[in-house]
């Protein structure tokens, strides 16, 4: 059993697991690795199987395979996924959910601001996956089992926005495969520290756990320490002291945003990981100050919103989109910022 080292991550790292592997006997007979597999891995249907391969997620001598391929004596094959295998018991509870779309194949939904996506490191419970257990009609069931909604990515416990769960054993592979390509859309909406200097950018820092602290990660700009990792941002509102910005994720790392934001010196705004938590642009004053405290107490999280979601249909094949309005702490934090300039012009360089 796997159990996530940190049930905050913003998103899977993006790298291939194996959760089943077979070296075939001298004396086995030409059979299609479908057949073979479904015949011999309890619980997994042939479909599921085909979908695997669809998706390149069988491997044969260490190359992408589909259904049809004749397995021969001594191959090697290995069934990969891009997250690791878990186990985690999961017990369904009565939580409200903000479901945002649902069908036969996915559940989208938008997700408050903490509550924990995944069981696990001491939150075996109150978890937006016991909540979708419940909603599913489900009784104690195993993480990963095929008939309950199966997490392809996740966002932070206090980050709020759209999350979507495949449904079905072929949903969890060609949604998997899509956040391993990075063709997901995902825009999100962050307010930070200190006047951006730049209407648009973009940060291409790899990304990293930091050595020095376990719970927290880091950018680095050279060499091949960390993953690769590319975050565009685009400002949507200035506030002299803090900006609104929206972001789009080119790849997802665990953290990516919250690390390559505090890397150009800007963190979020009330991040307690990344120094957001704390005045990082403005006057010395003691009114300031207050003030600061005060939107830190209507949203007492960091300042990121998944805005937007966009992703083809693992079943129908068509482009979809989803967007989710910002929470009402966000919002509200916003409209201080917003009668604080319009009363103090706040000096940009402060």
């Given at each position: 059993?796997?159990?996530?080292?940190?049930?905050?991550?913003?998103?899977e790292v993006?790298?291939?697991?194996?959760h089943?592997?077979?070296i075939?006997?001298k004396?086995?007979?030409?059979?299609?690795i479908?057949?073979?597999?479904?015949?011999?891995?309890?619980?997994?249907?042939?479909?599921?199987?085909?979908?695997?391969?669809?998706?390149?997620?069988?491997?044969?001598?260490g190359?992408?395979?589909k259904?049809?391929?004749?397995?021969?004596?001594?191959d090697?094959i290995?069934?990969?996924?891009p997250?690791?295998r878990r186990g985690?018991?999961?017990?369904?509870?009565?939580?409200?959910?903000?479901?945002v779309?649902?069908?036969?194949d996915?559940?989208?939904?938008?997700?408050?601001?903490?509550?924990?996506?995944?069981?696990?490191?001491?939150?075996y419970?109150?978890?937006?996956?016991?909540?979708?257990?419940?909603?599913?009609?489900?009784?104690?069931?195993?993480d990963?089992?095929?008939?309950?909604?199966?997490l392809?990515?996740?966002?932070?416990?206090?980050?709020?926005?759209?999350?979507?769960?495949?449904?079905?054993?072929?949903?969890?592979?060609?949604?998997?495969?899509q956040?391993?390509?990075?063709?997901?859309?995902?825009?999100?909406?962050?307010?930070?520290?200190?006047?951006?200097?730049?209407?648009?950018g973009?940060?291409?820092y790899?990304?990293?756990?930091?050595?020095?602290?376990?719970l927290?990660?880091?950018?680095?700009?050279?060499?091949?320490?960390?993953?690769h990792?590319?975050?565009?941002?685009?400002v949507?509102?200035?506030?002299?002291?803090v900006t609104?910005?929206?972001?789009?994720?080119?790849?997802g790392?665990?953290?990516?945003i919250?690390?390559h934001?505090?890397?150009i010196g800007?963190?979020?705004?009330?991040?307690?990981?990344?120094?957001?938590?704390r005045?990082?642009?403005g006057?010395?004053?003691?009114?300031?100050?207050?003030?600061?405290?005060?939107?830190?107490?209507?949203m007492?999280?960091?300042?990121?919103?998944?805005?937007?979601l966009?992703?083809?249909?693992?079943?129908?094949?068509?482009?979809?989109?989803?967007?989710?309005?910002?929470?009402?702490?966000?919002?509200?934090?916003?409209?201080?910022?917003?009668?604080?300039?319009?009363?103090?012009d706040?000096?940009?360089?402060?």
């Amino acid at each position: 059993m796997h159990v996530a080292d940190n049930p905050e991550w913003e998103e899977e790292v993006q790298e291939l697991y194996e959760h089943y592997g077979f070296i075939i006997d001298k004396g086995q007979s030409l059979i299609r690795i479908d057949k073979y597999l479904s015949a011999h891995i309890e619980g997994i249907s042939r479909s599921r199987i085909q979908a695997a391969a669809e998706a390149d997620y069988i491997l044969v001598n260490g190359k992408a395979v589909k259904s049809s391929y004749q397995v021969k004596p001594l191959d090697q094959i290995s069934i990969v996924m891009p997250f690791r295998r878990r186990g985690v018991e999961i017990k369904p509870e009565n939580i409200p959910l903000h479901v945002v779309y649902e069908d036969d194949d996915v559940l989208v939904i938008n997700k408050p601001a903490g509550l924990v996506v995944h069981p696990g490191h001491g939150n075996y419970s109150g978890t937006l996956i016991n909540a979708v257990a419940w909603h599913l009609g489900m009784r104690n069931v195993v993480d990963g089992d095929g008939r309950m909604g199966v997490l392809v990515h996740r966002i932070d416990k206090n980050t709020s926005g759209l999350l979507v769960l495949a449904k079905t054993e072929e949903a969890q592979f060609r949604l998997s495969k899509q956040f391993f390509d990075h063709t997901i859309e995902r825009q999100y909406v962050a307010l930070v520290w200190g006047n951006i200097p730049i209407d648009c950018g973009m940060v291409n820092y790899n990304i990293g756990r930091d050595p020095n602290d376990r719970l927290r990660f880091k950018s680095f700009s050279q060499g091949t320490q960390g993953r690769h990792a590319v975050t565009h941002y685009q400002v949507v509102e200035r506030f002299g002291y803090v900006t609104l910005i929206s972001c789009r994720l080119e790849t997802g790392r665990t953290h990516q945003i919250r690390v390559h934001l505090d890397a150009i010196g800007h963190p979020l705004f009330n991040d307690d990981r990344y120094g957001g938590d704390r005045i990082r642009k403005g006057p010395l004053y003691a009114k300031f100050a207050a003030f600061v405290e005060n939107c830190f107490q209507v949203m007492p999280r960091h300042a990121l919103h998944a805005e937007s979601l966009g992703f083809i249909h693992p079943k129908t094949k068509e482009k979809i989109l989803f967007t989710a309005p910002l929470p009402l702490d966000f919002e509200q934090v916003l409209e201080r910022w917003r009668r604080y300039t319009k009363n103090v012009d706040p000096d940009p360089f402060a």
